[in-house]
Nanobody, 119 residues
């Protein structure tokens, strides 16, 4: 099992940047692909980005391509989401998740961190 704790959320003006972190505890962090998801007010949870076990392959939702960057540091058991050029529609609770299969089957989830983008 792996436990996930997100941090780095907050209030930012449109056009600003934030970097989210997700720290994993437990063994074998490098055995998990990792993902970021978000749930905006009144919306369903949606996929944002994912990264494979080695960090060599990433994927992004169209809505964040070119603005968000996912990365990981397996030595620190941490995955990051750098968010630039933030828009009010990026306002959401952001969750990180761990996938032991590398098949977009995310079995473990953090509690989430709130990101609010003001216009």
């Amino acid at each position: 099992q792996v436990q996930l704790v997100e941090s780095g959320g907050g209030l930012v003006q449109a056009g600003g940047s934030l970097r989210l972190s997700c720290a994993a505890s437990g063994r074998s962090f490098s055995r998990y692909a990792m993902g970021w998801f978000r749930q905006g007010p009144g919306k369903e949870r949606e996929f944002v980005s994912a990264i494979n076990r080695s960090g060599g392959k990433t994927n992004y939702a169209d809505s964040v391509k070119g603005r968000f960057t996912i990365s990981r540091d397996n030595a620190k058991n941490t995955v990051y989401l750098q968010m630039n050029s933030l828009k009010p529609e990026d306002t959401a609770v952001y969750y990180c998740a761990a996938d032991p299969t590398e098949r977009y089957k995310f079995d473990y989830w953090g509690q989430g961190t709130q990101v609010t983008v003001s216009s």
